[in-house]
């Protein structure tokens, strides 16, 4: 993940070490369904359906490294309501060229 303002060191090290530590944990495949299904559910409610889970959606797990590095892709968006869409428009990502495009 690329950012317009690198983050330092030290907060970039913090976040590689919270991605490290989400190896391992699975899918989150209910979380993208009820995603996908949206109903009106306030914040607060998909915050409980979340809690406790050891597991993650992409955008979701990308929200959520950005936010350790002091880089909220959204400010008033919460890791579990972030898009695939949400995670790329984001106005703190800059887009990186694909290696296997060239």
């Known amino acids: 993940m690329a950012f317009v303002d690198p983050p330092d060191p030290e907060a970039e090290a913090w976040a590689a070490a919270f991605a490290a530590a989400q190896h391992g944990k699975g899918y989150d495949y209910v979380g993208i369904g009820a995603f996908l299904a ?8 998909l915050q409980r ?3 406790g889970r050891e597991v993650w959606f992409s955008s979701e797990l990308d929200f ?11 400010a008033r968006m919460q890791p ?6 949400d995670a790329w428009v984001s106005p ?6 694909n290696p296997l495009r060239q």
């Open 64 to 74: 959520a490294i950005a936010a350790q590095v002091g880089r909220p892709l959204h």
């Open 92 to 97: 703190v990502r800059v887009e990186i060229s």
């Open 49 to 51: 359906e979340r809690e």
């Open 38 to 45: 949206r109903r009106d559910r306030s914040a607060a409610e």
């Open 80 to 85: 579990f309501e972030c898009s695939v869409r």
